[in-house]
């Protein structure tokens, strides 16, 4: 079974640009999260979807955003990028709401210059 | 929101011996606790996990150990290989399911010749 998948990889943006990052989760999940991961604050949690809608949200300012689409694939969006925002975004996927363990993906590497 | 954290940014020990990892955590709310090993380059993986009702909880090589009175959690890892070499973070999770992931600093393990 194919595991999480993140595209792109690595992204560069200056700031100011806007960007959106996708994730596919493992065949099955309907749960997919977001982290982001930086040297300084470490792994924080963004938001999770399931079934299409926002389950809980970290405390991130509104220009995070995602979504969920009806065969699970998630994406978020980040507006109006601050040099901050540089870090990499991990995405996990889980089955539901109850099953806890969560499956990453390899995360995207976004540079904002 | 209350943070889990690590007593140890880096450990070092010999190839072959017993590594032991250490994690705190202050939301006496937590109810379910897992272990991640991070790789460069790559996405957090699933180690061990532990549910608030127990106390150890053991896996190939690795035993986890939660003691709620002083909101202390371990990994163990037995006979340590080069491979182990990661950084590995604990994470705790309250609320029955639908919360993010709340993730330690992480633990830097180095595997000694």
């Known amino acids: 079974k194919a595991g999480v998948t993140q595209t792109p990889r690595y992204l560069i943006k200056t700031r ?40 809980n949200k970290g405390n991130f300012p509104g220009r995070f955003s995602g979504r969920q689409f ?3 694939r998630s994406e978020m969006n980040v507006s109006t ?28 590497r976004l540079t904002v210059l | 929101g209350e943070s889990v954290g690590l007593h ?19 939301n006496s709310a937590s109810d379910y606790f897992i272990w991640y090993k991070q790789e460069s380059g790559k996405g957090p993986q699933f180690i061990i996990d532990i549910r608030s009702n127990m106390d ?23 006979a340590t290989q080069p491979g182990d070499s990661a950084v590995y973070f604990c994470a705790e999770k309250s609320g029955g399911g639908a919360d993010g992931l709340t993730f330690g600093k992480g633990t830097h393990l180095i595997i000694q010749p």
Do not use: M
């Open chain 1, 16 to 55: 100011g640009q806007q960007v959106t990052l996708s994730c596919s989760p493992i065949s099955g999940h309907r749960s997919v999260s977001w982290y982001q991961q930086t040297p300084g604050q470490g792994l924080q949690f963004l938001f999770e979807y399931f079934s299409e809608t926002q389950r």
């Open chain 1, 70 to 72: 009806s065969n699970s």
């Open chain 1, 81 to 108: 990028l601050e040099l901050g925002d540089s870090a990499l975004y991990l995405c996990a996927s889980r089955t539901g709401l109850v099953n806890n363990e969560q499956f990453f993906g390899p995360g995207t």
């Open chain 2, 8 to 26: 140890l940014p880096t450990l070092s020990v010999q190839e072959g011996d017993n590594s032991i990892i250490n994690c705190a955590y202050s």
């Open chain 2, 56 to 78: 150890k909880r053991q896996g190939q090589r690795v035993t986890v150990l939660l003691n709620k009175t002083v909101k202390h959690l371990s990994l163990q890892i037995a």
